[in-house]
């Protein structure tokens, strides 16, 4: 079946510094969401990539998805302490229905 | 305000017991979801409904049980089946409009045993 690995597993960073994240498939994708989720609290979405190449910005965060669509990243600039919980991609799993798998996620700590 | 209302949030089982979560949204979707997250793990996928009075299971449906009588509901029954069933069980509804749409979670409940 598709599989998606998501590296790091984990990431301690000093603020200021920046952030990257990978979510790579074993399969070509039709999209990739990206969800974050704070300590405690639920997964929020942040962003669907749909087409080859894609490049979407919020603030301080780039979502890019591979010209082959089977890999996305997520790079945070200059972390903030807010920046800290867990980074999901989440990708179609192209059976037709409405199922997502979520990669197993990236851990993300900011110390000040 | 519309949203994912998931009840109660904290929630304890004694064995052999049945316990039903519930899941509601006023976000008129189409797809709901069940998921659970054990701690510093990701989502797996327990049931999925595409559309009223149909569901599908997941990857690890064993143990639980769905319905899904109206389109704002979907409540999940964790059996006395489960043997291990701690965990943070999360609930998401998504529109299907040309492809997938976001999903929408609620806040969850944090299942543990007596």
């Known amino acids: 079946g598709q599989q998606v690995m998501q590296i790091p597993q984990y990431q301690h960073v000093q603020e200021g510094e920046d952030f990257t994240t990978y979510c790579n498939s074993s399969t070509t994708l039709s999209n990739i969401q990206w969800y974050k989720q704070r300590p405690g609290g639920h997964p929020v979405f942040l962003i669907q990539l749909v087409k080859s190449g894609e490049v979407k910005k919020q603030k301080r965060l780039t979502f890019q998805f591979g010209e082959a669509k089977k890999n996305s990243s997520l790079h945070i600039t200059a972390t903030q302490t807010t920046d800290v919980g867990t980074y999901f991609c989440a990708v179609d799993d192209r059976s037709g229905t409405y199922k997502y798998i979520f990669g197993t996620g990236t851990r993300l700590k900011v110390l000040a | 305000d519309g949203g994912i209302t998931q009840s109660p949030k904290y929630l304890f089982r004694k064995e052999g017991q049945n316990v039903t979560l519930s899941c509601e949204q006023n976000?008129?979707?189409?797809?709901m979801y069940w998921y659970r997250q054990d701690p510093g793990q990701g989502l797996r996928l327990i049931y999925y409904s595409q559309i009223v009075n149909d569901f599908q299971k997941g990857d690890i449906a064993e143990g639980y049980s769905v319905s899904r009588e109206k389109k704002e509901s979907f409540p999940l029954t964790v059996t006395s089946a489960q043997k291990n069933p701690t965990a943070f069980y999360l609930c998401?509804?998504?529109?299907?409009?040309?492809?997938?749409?976001?999903?929408?979670f609620g806040d969850g409940t944090r299942l543990s045993i007596l």
């Open positions: 998401a509804s998504s529109l299907y409009r040309d492809g997938n749409q976001p999903q929408h």
């Open positions: 976000l008129n979707h189409d797809a």
